[in-house]
């Protein structure tokens, strides 16, 4: 079980240019999540999905913000336009019945 | 929605020591996770536990789900320990809430 697989592990991008990063569930994990972590507000939970189908996506911060999860085995978030204020770590989690894991995370820098 | 307080925010040990690190929440919940989030950045699964306890080595978890809080409790602490402890605990809907998680420094 190679666990849930985020790439890029790291992406630095110009204000204002698309960003789009991936994450593949552990196989079998019907529910898939995107967090984010800053220093300010922590944790917080961008969307989530569940059997492919986004349920919440309360989180989102604003229109600039998508996602997507055309199947079982691979999921995108993307920030076009990308701005400052959208440097954070970005973890993406899947779960059975039971608990969560997460995955190793991009650290996105927007300059 | 659910509030989730950790104590202590900072604790610093030396290497050997123990330490317990306590969650409390403010609604029954369905889910509660201990994670550790190594200086590395990684968010690593260390206890599912909505109720009960449970050990892996030197670490133990014990949920008293009734009175809303959590413990993790640390023995024979080591350098690697270090990193930052999150609580986590998810309500009815699928969203997990984190604590504000405990700094744990331990010194050689």
């Known amino acids: 079980d190679a666990g849930v697989i985020q790439s890029p592990r790291h992406e630095v991008t110009e204000m204002g240019q698309e960003v789009t990063l991936r994450c593949k569930p552990i196989?079998?994990?019907?529910?898939l999540f995107w967090y984010r972590q800053t220093m300010m507000r922590g944790l917080e939970l961008l969307i989530y999905?569940?059997?492919?189908?986004?349920?919440?996506d309360s989180g989102m911060p604003e229109d600039r913000f998508s996602a997507k999860m055309p199947n079982a085995s691979f999921s995108t978030l993307k920030i076009q336009p990308s701005e400052p204020r959208d440097s954070a770590v970005y973890f993406c989690a899947s779960r059975p019945i039971g608990g969560y894991t997460f995955g190793s995370g991009t650290r996105l820098t927007v300059v | 929605g659910i509030q989730v307080e950790q104590s202590p925010p900072d604790l610093i040990l030396q290497e050997g020591a123990n330490s317990t690190l306590r969650c409390n929440f403010s609604?029954?919940?369905?889910?509660l996770q201990w994670f550790h989030q190594n200086p590395w950045g990684q968010l690593i699964n260390l206890f599912y536990?909505?109720?009960g306890t449970k050990q892996n080595g030197r670490l133990s978890a014990t949920t008293v789900a009734t009175e809303r809080y959590s413990l993790l409790y640390i023995s024979s602490s080591q350098t690697t320990d270090s990193g930052v402890y999150f609580c986590a605990v998810r309500t009815g809907a699928n969203n997990l809430f984190f604590g504000t998680g405990t700094r744990l420094t331990v010194i050689p």
């Open positions: 609604d029954s919940v369905n889910n």
């Open positions: 999905f569940n059997n492919n189908v986004p349920i919440d």
């Open positions: 196989s079998g994990h019907n529910s």
């Open positions: 536990i909505p109720s």
